[in-house]
């Protein structure tokens, strides 16, 4: 069956600007996450929604990084006022539910984000 | 605060050779621990959990790990290094009351010489 998708691949901006990353999940699973990989670095945790609703939105590192689910299916992150900083990899996951820790998570393939 | 280490950056084996990549947990309370491999430009792909019961677990492409709760680890080893185990490795644990959000460590190359 089809995987987690995310579009676009890549998307380069400048400073400033707007963007929307969408990401797909799997179909039936219910928990969505948002997270960010830098260069060398390990993915970094962002948001996670149950359903419609963000259960945890403690990773967004500030206030210009929002996220919606709005029929607890596709996800888009949205980031305001672009900055140089913000650059890296983009990744969302899904599981079929986010009651246990111990859930699988299937990855999409990321956004690659650059920022001029 | 809770924390993954993965200690070495970069490891290099040559074929045939013995895998082995540490990660070390930090937290109060026994997690969910995770491995997942990451080939050039494609997503993140599970190798193994352990949740609760035996404490080696058997993944994918001939990988295991052993959850040892008195050294806070959970290694990952391969008796015998192929060169399509050329990749990214990340650890990664959860925690029940978290919602199941993954806290990755720094990730781990692993080249394999012919």
């Known amino acids: 069956g089809a995987g987690v998708s995310q579009t676009p691949s890549n998307k380069v901006t400048e400073k400033g600007k707007y963007v929307e990353l969408r990401c797909d999940p799997i179909s039936g699973h219910t928990a969505l996450y948002w997270y960010r990989q830098s260069l060398g670095q390990g993915p970094e945790f962002l948001i996670y929604f149950q359903g419609t609703g963000a259960a945890d939105d403690s990773g967004l590192p500030n206030d210009r990084f929002f996220a919606v689910r709005p029929e607890g299916s596709v996800s888009t992150l949205k980031i305001q006022r672009t900055e140089r900083g913000d650059s890296a990899v983009y990744l969302c996951?899904?599981?079929?539910?986010?009651?246990?820790?111990?859930?699988?998570?299937?990855f999409g393939p990321g956004t690659r984000l650059t920022v001029l | 605060a809770q924390s993954v280490t993965q200690l070495g950056s970069h490891v290099s084996v040559s074929e045939g050779a013995l895998v082995l990549l540490r990660c070390n947990y930090s937290?109060?309370?026994?997690?969910?621990l995770f491995w997942y491999v990451q080939y050039p430009n494609q997503g993140l792909q599970l190798l193994l959990k352990?949740?609760?019961?035996?404490?080696l677990v058997k993944g994918i492409n001939g990988f295991e790990a052993e959850f040892k709760k008195s050294e806070t680890s959970f290694h990952l080893t391969k008796p015998s290094a192929h060169m399509s185990d050329a990749a990214e490795y990340f650890c990664a644990v959860s925690y029940d009351n978290q919602g199941g959000k993954l806290i990755f460590g720094q990730g781990t190359e692993l080249s394999v010489k012919p």
């Open positions: 937290s109060s309370v026994p997690p969910y």
């Open positions: 352990y949740t609760t019961g035996a404490t």
């Open positions: 996951a899904s599981s079929l539910t986010s009651g246990s820790g111990g859930n699988e998570q299937f």
